[in-house]
């Protein structure tokens, strides 16, 4: 496979021809990976957890003391109380970890491992990777898989790039660590396989989206001055309004949340009645983004029988 195309040191508009179709052609969605049902049911829900922790201040380089307790709350209070509740309701779910994370509290993971949910990869410091050269990047790839399955006791099997920054090589370093699947990208709203310079890799892609993140409207920061503008029944709504919409297409419902964003007393609810309600539509199948992935892989319609 080809190495990406240097940066142009042009402005866009006037970039050769071969370098934005280069960039375009570099990571595509290739096809549909849409199976008759979703493990016989009609809808697929797969729930996730970008653990970032502390990680969520020092990742871009950051010391704040008071940042890093913030992060610490998802650690002491947020998984926790998520892990509580998703063990009421018998629903499995993927946490997405850096390793440094693990390596502060190594049974964090081994925890979340016991009661049956994923660990997937979340960088190693929950570092940009879009800045990172090649051997940087797949060495720290590499490097938070054997924490993580140290920690845990699990084979991590997906990637979640860190702020879903992902450089050209991303994809290319997923490929050559034999992931099952990535969940970084956003072309679909149901997994597809990843094209590489045009080809297929075999890889699932199961894409995310800013609209289907509890942090777009509930994080709080100060550097870059942001404020939670939506109340959390207001997210619920969105959040539900996206299920159903994905209910009614058959389709899957992939949400991201974090525990130090969701983790409070007044927004857990929100994970609750979402729960809650893909119960009462029923035909629904709760499961981790390996098991989406992996059925997704294998039980593809062929393209030219999928009348989408």
């Not at 990742?59 to 704040?64: K, L, Q, S």
């Not at 790039?161 to 090589?169: E, G, K, M, R, T």
Request: one cysteine or more; aromatic letters at 8%.
């Amino acid at each position: 496979m080809g190495e990406p195309t240097p940066a142009s040191p042009l402005p866009s508009w006037r970039w050769p021809e071969a370098d934005w179709r280069a960039l375009v052609g570099r990571v595509r969605a290739g096809r549909r990976l849409r199976p008759p049902s979703w493990n016989g049911k009609r809808c697929a829900v797969a729930l996730s957890f970008d653990c970032d922790h502390e990680t969520f201040e020092m990742g871009a380089g950051g010391r704040a003391m008071g940042r890093i307790a913030w992060g610490e709350f998802g650690r002491r209070v947020g998984v926790p109380r998520i892990l509580d509740l998703l063990s009421r309701h018998d629903v499995p779910a993927t946490f997405f970890v850096p390793a440094v994370c693990a390596l502060i509290d190594p049974d964090e993971p081994r925890r979340i491992a016991a009661q049956g949910h994923e660990i997937g990869i979340h960088g190693w410091i929950h570092e940009n990777n879009s800045l990172l050269a090649y051997e940087d990047e797949r060495a720290l790839m590499e490097r938070a898989r054997d924490v993580l399955r140290e920690a845990s006791g699990t084979e991590p099997l997906g990637l979640r790039s860190a702020n879903w920054d992902l450089s050209p090589n991303t994809i290319r370093i997923v490929r050559e660590m034999g992931l099952l699947y990535d969940s970084s990208m956003m072309a679909d709203e149901e997994p597809y396989e990843l094209l590489l310079d045009g080809a297929a890799t075999g890889l699932v892609e199961i894409p995310v989206e800013w609209l289907r993140d509890d942090a777009v409207y509930l994080l709080f920061n100060r550097n870059p001055p942001t404020r939670p503008y939506t109340p959390p029944a207001d997210v619920l709504d969105i959040f539900r309004r996206e299920l159903d919409a994905a209910w009614e297409e058959g389709g899957v419902f992939q949400l991201v949340m974090h525990p130090f964003v969701i983790g409070y007393r007044s927004r857990i609810f929100i994970l609750e009645e979402l729960i809650r309600h893909a119960k009462e539509k029923g035909d629904v199948w709760f499961c981790t983004h390996a098991e989406l992935a992996r059925h997704a892989r294998d039980h593809a319609l062929d393209p030219a029988r999928d009348i989408r």
